[in-house]
T-cell receptor, first 114, second 117 residues
Framework: KNQVEQSPQSLIILEGKNCTLQCNYTVSPFSNLRWYKQDTGRGPVSLTIMTFSENTKSNGRYTATLDADTKQSSLHITASQLSDSASYICVVSDRGSTLGRLYFGRGTQLTVWP | EADIYQTPRYLVIGTGKKITLECSQTMGHDKMYWYQQDPGMELHLIHYSYGVNSTEKGDLSSESTVSRIRTEHFPLTLESARPSHTSQYLC????????????????FGPGTRLTVL
């Protein structure tokens, strides 16, 4: 069964600190992995996308890594800001259909305190 | 910021009412999607469309229906709302992936939070 598991479920850090969010998946055949940021009451916004051949991708203070062999990904946030408070969702796409089916994790709820 | 809009943003209605959730995008995307998301849970695809006059059911069974008469609009309708329909509904759209890429990036609207009493 294709699944995406994220940890931790929630995380509280102080402003200026770094943090790392984890994503494990069993989706096969694998196409790509995205990290989305979803602010409360808003739709998700794409942060990074990585294909099988890529093992790291950065977007400002966000750095995503991918280990396609172990089927794990992480999202590292550097020097956190209050505006980073949001849910971070790992999304994996398969190659098994024309639609490119997306499998969503439940997200990690990050709260940044001043 | 993606040019995809949803109205209303919040809706509280009584059981048995007919409702339509609006979704429109100005990016000219062919593909559009409806997702349902409960608090703390993952998004579930309930409907999608490849283009005008194309609609398909998603992974999660839903009593809602959709239509795609125009490229930019993808409304979702519930003929008779029930408390079990209480959820957040997210609309998304995507363009065809560039050559060599297998899937396209989906752009999400802000969502409609529906509460059925």
């Amino acid at each position: 069964k294709n699944q995406v598991e994220q940890s931790p479920q929630s995380l509280i850090i102080l402003e200026g600190k770094n943090c790392t969010l984890q994503c494990n998946y069993t989706v096969s055949p694998f196409s790509n992995l995205r990290w989305y940021k979803q602010d409360t009451g808003r739709g998700p916004v794409s942060l990074t996308i990585m294909t099988f051949s890529e093992n790291t991708k950065s977007n400002g203070r966000y750095t995503a890594t991918l280990d396609a062999d172990t089927k794990q990904s992480s999202l590292h946030i550097t020097a956190s800001q209050l505006s980073d408070s949001a849910s971070y969702i790992c999304v994996v796409s398969d190659r098994g259909s024309t639609l490119g089916r997306l499998y969503f994790g439940r997200g990690t709820q990050l709260t940044v305190w001043p | 910021e993606a040019d995809i809009y949803q109205t209303p943003r919040y809706l509280v209605i009584g059981t048995g009412k007919k409702i339509t959730l609006e979704c429109s995008q100005t990016m000219g995307h062919d593909k559009m999607y409806w997702y349902q998301q409960d608090p703390g849970m993952e998004l579930h695809l309930i409907h999608y469309s490849y283009g005008v006059n194309s609609t398909e059911k998603g992974d999660l069974s839903s009593e809602s229906t959709v239509s795609r008469i125009r490229t930019e609009h993808f409304p979702l309708t519930l003929e008779s709302a029930r408390p079990s329909h209480t959820s957040q509904y997210l609309c998304a759209s995507s363009e065809r992936a560039p050559r060599g890429e297998s899937t396209d990036t989906q752009y999400f609207g802000p969502g409609t939070r529906l509460t059925v009493l």
